[in-house]
Nanobody, 127 residues
């Protein structure tokens, strides 16, 4: 049974930093694109950052160098370091793995269809 658990979401002030964590179990992610996507109620989901099996990374245009995605000591642990947060970053952040070794622009669609995503962690950025 696949389990995806995100943590680290908190309320911060604009300009602050935080790190989100994710642990995926119950499935091999050795050759899988993994990443973070986010959603604001009433809006479409959007990819924040993803990392392929060869460690190539992809970031949403809105990131503008502020975030960094990385693995922990094992590939089933994933982090998202977020700096210079702005109110527009307020969203629920989800972690997922799409099963393919490269990351397409909509990798998270496949992760969701495969059931390899978590319940999310809320990030709130205030002025």
């Amino acid at each position: 049974q696949v389990q995806v658990t995100e943590s680290g979401g908190v309320s911060v002030q604009s300009g602050g930093s935080l790190t989100l964590s994710c642990v995926i179990s119950g499935v091999s992610v050795q050759n899988s694109c993994m990443g973070w996507f986010r959603q604001v109620p009433g809006q479409d989901r959007e990819s924040v950052a993803a990392i392929a099996s060869d460690a190539a990374t992809m970031y949403g245009d809105f990131v503008k160098g502020r975030f960094r995605i990385s693995h922990g000591k094992t590939r089933n642990t994933l982090y998202l370091q977020m700096n210079d947060l702005i109110p527009e970053d307020t969203a629920t952040y989800y972690c997922g793995a799409d099963g393919g070794d490269t990351c397409g622009r909509r990798w998270y669609h496949r992760a969701i269809s495969m059931g390899r995503w978590g319940q999310g962690t809320q990030v709130t950025v205030s002025q």
